[in-house]
């Protein structure tokens, strides 16, 4: 045998093996891989079984808010949504005193949005639910609480960008008007909670039977507030410094947090010189943040009552 032919046949008599190792091997790295599958999968259920599990949360959240205070879930299709309401009608003679929620949940980090933007605390809810009048309404946001599948429209910019949209201010106005109904020749006082604020505006601004306006850390200016934080404008959304002449003939107190770094009480300042102070006042609360226990406060911030100058005082 030539020394050539021995240089080829011993490389080759090496390779067996590794080929046969290679065989051998190959059925063990694709168990694992069916393995990884199966724990991937596995960890993408649970985290859909958590997400909905938060959701229902967030759902029996607000039902344990309401029931102590007497407000029933109801809900409204207003058209554009379907609504999530909680109420408690029983002097249909008197006033309604009607609240809107914030923003929620509506980003999970600077840069991502939320799926689901159903409020973790509901704080607009919280406020309704210390509310001792006979006839309180609590409106939710679009896409909050109710199920998505009944609101096809939903999507995140609803509660990003188009969340002040002239769509969304018409249903939140659509619902006032159902409720009002409901109070038929009475007035409406509205109250909002952080975006819930701005909505109360624009919606004021769009009706002749509001009799005041509340905002709790409302943000009154959302181009300022953008600014401030350097985040994107919402061209897409109304901006309710732009309606304050519009609302300046409605008794109005903003309130705001002395702690409140999202919106500053500078917001509420800044509304109040553009609508004029004859029918608007800002109120700082000291010890609270943004996101603090309004609640707690708010029976006594209730006896503030908002009205124009020259008007009389109540009881």
């Known amino acids: 045998m030539s020394p050539a032919l ?119 809810l919280a406020l309704a639910a210390a509310d001792p009048a006979p006839n309180v309404a609590y409106v939710a946001r679009p896409c909050q609480f109710t199920p998505m599948e009944q609101n096809p429209r939903c999507g995140v910019p609803y509660w990003t960008g188009r969340r002040f949209a002239p769509d969304v201010v018409a249903s939140m106005n659509d619902a006032v008007s159902q409720f009002a109904a409901r109070v038929p020749g009475q007035s409406i006082n509205l109250v909002g909670y952080s975006g819930g604020g701005a909505l109360a505006v624009l919606v004021a601004a769009r009706r002749t039977d509001v009799a005041s306006i509340r905002t709790v850390a409302g943000n009154l200016d959302d181009e300022f507030v953008n600014r401030l934080h350097h985040v994107s404008p919402m061209p897409e959304s109304a901006n309710p410094i732009d309606f304050a002449d519009r609302v300046a003939s409605i008794a109005q107190m903003h309130f705001s947090g002395a702690g409140d770094t999202v919106v500053p009480p500078d917001v509420a300042q800044r509304f109040v010189a553009a609508a004029g102070k004859r029918c608007a006042q800002a109120r700082t609360v000291a010890d609270v943040t943004h996101d603090g226990d309004w609640s707690a406060y708010w029976p006594r911030l209730l006896t503030i009552a908002p009205r124009c100058s020259g008007e009389p005082h109540g009881p």
């Not at 596995?42 to 959240?61: K, P």
């Open 6 to 124: 021995r240089s080829t046949t011993r490389p080759a008599s090496r390779l067996a093996p590794a080929n046969v190792m290679r065989e051998r091997r190959e059925p063990a790295r694709s168990s694992f891989d069916r393995q990884r599958c199966v724990a991937v999968v596995a960890c993408l259920l649970l985290t859909a079984a958590f997400a909905g599990c938060a959701s229902l949360d967030r759902s029996a959240h607000a039902d344990a808010l309401a029931a102590p205070a007497g407000l029933h879930r109801e809900q409204i299709d207003t058209g554009n949504f379907v609504l999530t309401t909680f109420s408690r009608i029983t002097r249909p003679d008197e006033p309604l005193d009607l609240y809107i929620e914030g923003d929620g949940l509506a980003w999970i980090s600077r840069s991502e949005p939320s799926l689901d933007p159903t409020p973790r605390d509901a704080t607009g």
